[in-house]
């Protein structure tokens, strides 16, 4: 079974820094996929960035970037030049290429202090 | 365009009641899911329905809970006999086929059975 872990349940940082958000995962799939969604206090949950498991050039989003570390299983996620409106809980998920359910880290709460 | 809407955004049930959730889809997407959060946890995969067909409905956590699209568009979660620990937030997402892995969620209905 696959398992995603998120080792930060919070953390805050002042406007325009960067900050980067941990995520693990464990799986014995060869194929699969990275996310990470955000989810403001609003409650709808929104793509940020995905990574395709079999592309070694990390994926990156304007200010968002990922790290992937496909031997170590890690895949952590880098917000640059920070902004009020990245204030929200961050959801790191899996989705193996023979499956469609995505599995979820417990998420980071992310502040932005101005 | 629309995005993924649910209804009602936000329900209370006194505990033995019945309850149904509403999803939308957005026009023209083949696969949708409904997701389990609990308060300060991250999403569980409840059921997955392609057009019509639920295929998987292994993430239901009881005979209470019932998902259904009968038309392959609106799709309804209906639990039976609400319980406590039923309180969280349902979460429908759409992708727009069997191989597009990118999910859409909407906002999500907050379910707290007193």
């Known amino acids: 079974a696959q398992t995603v872990t998120q080792s930060q349940p919070e953390m805050s940082v002042q406007e325009a820094e960067t900050v980067t958000l941990s995520c693990t995962y464990d799986?014995?799939?060869?194929?699969?996929?990275l996310f990470w969604y955000k989810q403001p206090p609003s409650r709808q949950m929104i793509l940020v960035i995905r990574q395709e498991a079999y592309k070694q050039q990390n994926a990156t989003e304007n200010r968002f970037s990922v790290n992937f570390q496909k031997a170590a299983k890690s895949f952590s996620l880098k917000i640059s030049d920070s902004q009020l409106g990245d204030t929200a809980m961050y959801f790191c998920?899996?989705?193996?290429?023979?499956?469609?359910?995505?599995?979820w880290g417990a998420g980071t709460k992310l502040i932005i202090k101005p | 365009g629309a995005g993924v809407s649910q209804s009602p955004r936000y329900k209370v049930a006194k505990r033995g009641q019945d309850v149904a959730l509403r999803c939308d889809p957005i026009s023209g997407h083949v696969s949708l899911f409904w997701y389990q959060q609990a308060l300060g946890q991250g999403p569980e995969f409840l059921t997955y329905f392609q057009n019509e067909a639920q295929l998987d409905k292994s993430g239901l956590p009881s005979d209470r809970f019932f998902a259904e699209r009968p038309e392959g568009s609106v799709s309804t979660l209906k639990i039976q006999r609400t319980q406590q620990e039923d309180s969280a937030v349902y979460l429908c997402a759409s992708s727009l086929g069997t191989s597009d892995y990118e999910q859409y969620f909407g906002p999500g209905t907050r379910l707290t059975v007193t």
């Open positions: 998920a899996f989705m193996a290429d023979s499956n469609y359910q995505l599995i």
């Open positions: 799986t014995s799939e060869s194929n699969y996929y």
